[in-house]
């Protein structure tokens, strides 16, 4: 299996603009989970679904921030507009049973907003 | 919601030495406390977990305890080597119905010195 897959890997951009991060969770898995990494924060869960639903998306920032899973092979998360402290890795994790079982992480995208 | 509490942020032991990172939580309701290993550059990767009925795990040189009266657990570590340098997070989740994401604690940078 190729793992959790994202993209793209580095992501360099303008304040203002539009930023759209993808995610293909490892085949047969139902749960899907995006968080974010910081120096201050750490990792924090953003939202995750299940069976490309969302459940909890509580830890999503404000409104700039917009996940989607339109099926159980795809998911974005997309910023808009994007500014520079949304710099951070965004990581994708899916898994194949919720809470349950072991959540599989991807590389990570790697966000600077300048 | 969750809160937990990771100790210490670095740590630095000799090659062949043991190692102990320690984790608090808040929520009682917690049930699933699984440990991450993150290699520069990569994202997190499941080492071991833990459910609230049983009180310890281990796999070869890793061991993980919980308690669940005081609300703790921790991640030991026996017989170091240099491949052990990482950083590590700890986590908690309720597993209850549905997927559920973790949260996790600040993290430890472990060093393994030769």
């Known amino acids: 299996d190729a793992g959790v897959i994202q993209s793209p890997r580095h992501e360099v951009t303008e304040m203002g603009q539009e930023v759209t991060l993808r995610c293909k969770p490892i085949s047969g898995h139902n749960s899907l989970f995006w968080y974010r990494q910081t120096m201050m924060r750490g990792l924090e869960l953003l939202i995750y679904?299940?069976?490309?639903?969302?459940?909890?998306d509580s830890g999503m920032p404000e409104d700039r921030f917009s996940a989607k899973m339109p099926n159980a092979s795809f998911s974005t998360l997309k910023i808009q507009p994007s500014e520079p402290r949304d710099s951070a890795v965004y990581f994708c994790?899916?898994?194949?049973?919720?809470?349950?079982?072991?959540?599989?992480f991807g590389p990570g995208t790697r966000l600077t907003v300048l | 919601g969750e809160n937990v509490e990771q100790h210490p942020s670095t740590l630095s032991v000799q090659e062949g030495d043991s190692a102990v990172i320690k984790c608090t939580y808040s929520d009682s309701a917690s049930n699933y406390f699984p440990w991450y290993k993150q290699e520069l550059g990569k994202g997190p990767q499941l080492i071991i977990d833990?459910?609230?009925?049983?009180g310890e795990k281990k796999d070869q040189r890793i061991a993980v305890t919980l308690n669940k009266t005081a609300k703790h657990f921790s991640l030991h570590i026996t017989e170091t080597q240099p491949e052990d340098s990482a950083v590590y997070f700890c986590?908690?989740?309720?597993?209850?119905?549905?997927?559920?994401?973790?949260?996790f604690g600040k993290g430890t940078h472990l060093i393994i010195q030769p």
């Open positions: 833990i459910r609230s009925n049983v």
């Open positions: 986590a908690a989740a309720y597993s209850g119905g549905g997927a559920d994401g973790l949260t």
């Open positions: 679904f299940n069976n490309n639903v969302p459940i909890d």
């Open positions: 994790a899916s898994s194949s049973n919720g809470g349950r079982s072991e959540q599989f």
